[in-house]
């Protein structure tokens, strides 16, 4: 933890970028080497529409990221959050606590939430509406899904009481077991129990994009996979089986207009259907 810190505390905006330009150069190399589904598409035209979305995100964050450095000021000069109730500890374990805490508010109950309360879901569908899900669906969130998202990783750090190293790191980790965890690539059944003790697989989170409930509704986790199996959201289900989509939009043609996604938050509202 001697380098991890200081790189994180440091680190430039150029390496963060390679972060995440690496991370779906990388899946999106493997994928095709190993896939799971051998899709019918165009994956560049596919890649088009996702990483659309990917740059609205990242528009969309650029100019609030001024807000986690005063949350996380606000946090620690006033040493509230959880990391500021600890006694002292090794940075290691430090590290790990702050990353548990910001993983479980920032990304599963984020997720979770979404799924739950009916206008939040509808511009999480878009995410769904991918009936090729691969790298880059990792990134394909409504810009209005952004700022819910980025409002949830507010919540985090302050409840985290995490300095912007600890945040840096989560948002690099983020990215990559995004990436990762939504490739077309499925990984042999031992290599994935032993994974998956820990952190969220493609073969884990492939099930959640399956197009019905309950599996819709299932596997919420990003980076640990703790949370869906402590708190009763864990579901398996046969990897040839999956279906992606979502059966509320089932017109795959129609899923793939960027003008007709940015429309469906203010559309009205279409129950997922129950097995």
Request: aromatic share 14%.
């Amino acid at each position: 933890m001697n380098s991890v810190i200081p790189y994180f505390s440091q680190i430039p905006s150029s390496h963060r970028s390679l972060i995440l330009i690496g991370g779906i150069l990388f899946f999106w190399l493997l994928e095709g080497a190993w896939p799971l589904f051998q899709f019918r598409y165009n994956k560049w035209k596919h890649a088009g529409v996702n990483l659309f979305f990917t740059l609205t995100t990242i528009l969309v964050n650029f100019p609030l990221a001024f807000l986690l450095v005063k949350t996380s000021d606000l946090a620690i000069q006033n040493h509230f959050g959880i990391l500021e109730w600890l006694p002292t500890i090794p940075s290691w374990l430090y590290a790990l606590v702050g990353l548990l805490v910001l993983d479980f508010v920032g990304a599963w109950l984020a997720h979770w939430t979404q799924h739950k309360i009916k206008w939040l879901w509808q511009f999480h569908v878009i995410h769904h509406a991918d009936h090729e899900v691969d790298t880059t669906t990792a990134n394909r969130h409504h810009p209005g899904e952004s700022l819910i998202r980025f409002t949830f990783t507010l919540l985090a750090i302050l409840l985290a009481g995490a300095p912007m190293w600890l945040i840096f790191l989560y948002q690099s980790l983020s990215v990559v077991l995004s990436q990762f965890n939504h490739a077309n690539i499925v990984l042999p059944v031992w290599l994935h129990r032993v994974l998956s003790t820990v952190i969220v697989t493609p073969n884990m989170h492939h099930i959640h994009h399956h197009y019905k409930q309950p599996y819709t509704d299932s596997n919420y986790g990003n980076i640990f996979s703790i949370w869906d199996r402590l708190l009763g959201t864990y579901k398996t289900l046969p990897q040839k089986e999956i279906t992606y989509g979502i059966d509320t939009y089932p017109d795959a043609h129609e899923n793939r207009k960027i003008g007709r996604l940015l429309q469906i938050p203010f559309q009205k509202y279409r129950a997922p259907l129950k097995e």
